[in-house]
């Protein structure tokens, strides 16, 4: 099945590769239960087993704010968010934009598409919102059949009892999601 609707998970345009795949992957799954040995990656849905798990998850470092909560447009995604003061730079020459105000890292985690964790960087636009962007994928693991894409613009309107609620656009993904979340207690 090759999706090409917006709202659909961007996946990997080879069929007969993901056939391939599931079919590489039926085989080892069935010599595995042939020798005796728990198979326990192995089940009747080859694009949930062998999704990949993050080993741990995302933190908070002293002086930063941890943010958890859900992401949903492609895929329903669990979220942690680590956001920090950037640490003072020069001033930017002039004409060139200034330098971020909030730095931090983002960590996806889906049952379906797999997970990722990648860095974050940005300021406050003029109404107050938060805008970020990602800047780097520090890992990704998506599952067999997923890609996945840095995400170009966060707006996310922060308020004062900790609930964070806002959008992101990925447009390599063809994603345009809504997020929120909540401060964590620490």
Do not use: K
Request: proline letters at 10%; hydrophobic letters at 40%.
């Amino acid at each position: 099945m090759d999706c090409r609707d917006p709202g659909c998970p961007v996946r990997l345009p080879a069929v007969r590769e993901r056939d391939h795949r599931r079919r590489v992957y039926t085989t080892l799954c069935g010599v595995v239960a042939s020798m005796g040995l728990a198979a326990t990656a192995c089940s009747s849905d080859p694009q949930r087993a062998l999704v990949p798990q993050p080993p741990m998850l995302l933190a908070a470092d002293p002086g930063c704010a941890l943010y958890v909560g859900g992401v949903y447009g492609n895929d329903e995604m669990g979220v942690r968010l680590v956001l920090c003061a950037a640490a003072p730079t020069v001033a930017p020459a002039p004409g060139a934009p200034p330098p971020p105000t909030v730095t931090g890292t983002i960590q996806y985690i889906s049952p379906l598409s797999g997970w990722s964790v990648r860095r974050v960087a940005g300021g406050l636009d003029p109404a107050g919102n938060l805008v970020l962007a990602d800047t780097l994928f520090v890992e990704q693991h998506p599952s067999i059949e997923f890609q996945m894409c840095l995400v170009e613009r966060y707006t996310l309107r922060m308020s004062n009892d900790g609930v964070v609620d806002g959008e992101y656009i990925s447009t390599p993904c063809h994603d345009h999601a809504r997020i929120a979340l909540e401060r964590a207690v620490q």
